[in-house]
T-cell receptor, first 113, second 112 residues
Framework: NAGVTQTPKFQVLKTGQSMTLQCAQDMNHNSMYWYRQDPGMGLRLIYYSASEGTTDKGEVPNGYNVSRLNKREFSLRLESAAPSQTSVYFC????????????FGQGTRLTVV | QQQVKQSPQSLIVQKGGIPIINCAYENTAFDYFPWYQQFPGKGPALLIAIRPDVSEKKEGRFTISFNKSAKQFSLHIMDSQPGDSATYFCAATTSGTYKYIFGTGTRLKVLA
């Protein structure tokens, strides 16, 4: 049982390049999330998808787009990468219901130079 | 206000000590308060969680204390071990909103 799988694990981009971070979960969860983790800032929500077919902005959505491809997959796209987007990105998923555990992927360490 | 304020930012204790990490929130609509543990190079994983209808929850060496009137909750690690060295995040969420709000994290180091 893989849980939440993110690809790639590491990536270096040049300023202005684009890329898509992939996330897939095999737990039949309805909700999926993208967070970024920066030192001293905790985990900040970029976008989330409450259910298949819906997406909503989180706390720090600027510079990002997302696609909920199907129930399993939720991708994060950087159209024109900036050094400020250097971070560790985590995908997470939760089942619907009251008080639910979030399951996280292993993270993608992105460096924009 | 959606913030969850966590302190301290870092903590060093001797083996066997009892580190305490504190979190405070503003939004009284939050109804689930989990703590996550993160080891270097890994994603956060659920450690223990509490709902506001109880004041304390214990799981093994980990205890959450919850003070609803003060809007504060804390994590206590009894008989801490070097293997507990990790970053700990508190979080809060409201059922049905699908948003998890995380604290800024506490880096704990337990000395052998």
């Amino acid at each position: 049982n893989a849980g939440v799988t993110q690809t790639p694990k590491f990536q270096v981009l040049k300023t202005g390049q684009s890329m898509t971070l992939q996330c897939a979960q095999d737990m039949n969860h309805n909700s999926m999330y993208w967070y970024r983790q920066d030192p001293g800032m905790g985990l900040r929500l970029i976008y989330y998808s409450a259910s298949e077919g819906t997406t909503d902005k989180g706390e720090v959505p600027n510079g990002y787009n997302v696609s909920r491809l199907n129930k399993r997959e939720f991708s994060l796209r950087l159209e024109s990468a900036a050094p400020s987007q250097t971070s560790v990105y985590f995908c997470a998923s939760t089942r619907q219901g009251r008080g639910t555990e979030a399951f996280f992927g292993q993270g993608t360490r992105l460096t924009v130079v | 206000q959606q913030q969850v304020k966590q302190s301290p930012q870092s903590l060093i204790v001797q083996k066997g000590g009892i580190p305490i990490i504190n979190c405070a929130y503003e939004n009284t609509a939050f109804d689930y308060f989990p703590w996550y543990q993160q080891f270097p190079g890994k994603g956060p994983a659920l450690l223990i969680a509490i709902r506001p209808d109880v004041s304390e929850k214990k799981e093994g060496r980990f205890t959450i204390s919850f003070n609803k009137s003060a809007k504060q909750f804390s994590l206590h690690i009894m008989d801490s071990q070097p293997g507990d060295s990790a970053t700990y995040f508190c979080a809060a969420t409201t059922s049905g909103t699908y948003k998890y709000i995380f604290g800024t994290g506490t880096r704990l180091k337990v000395l052998a």
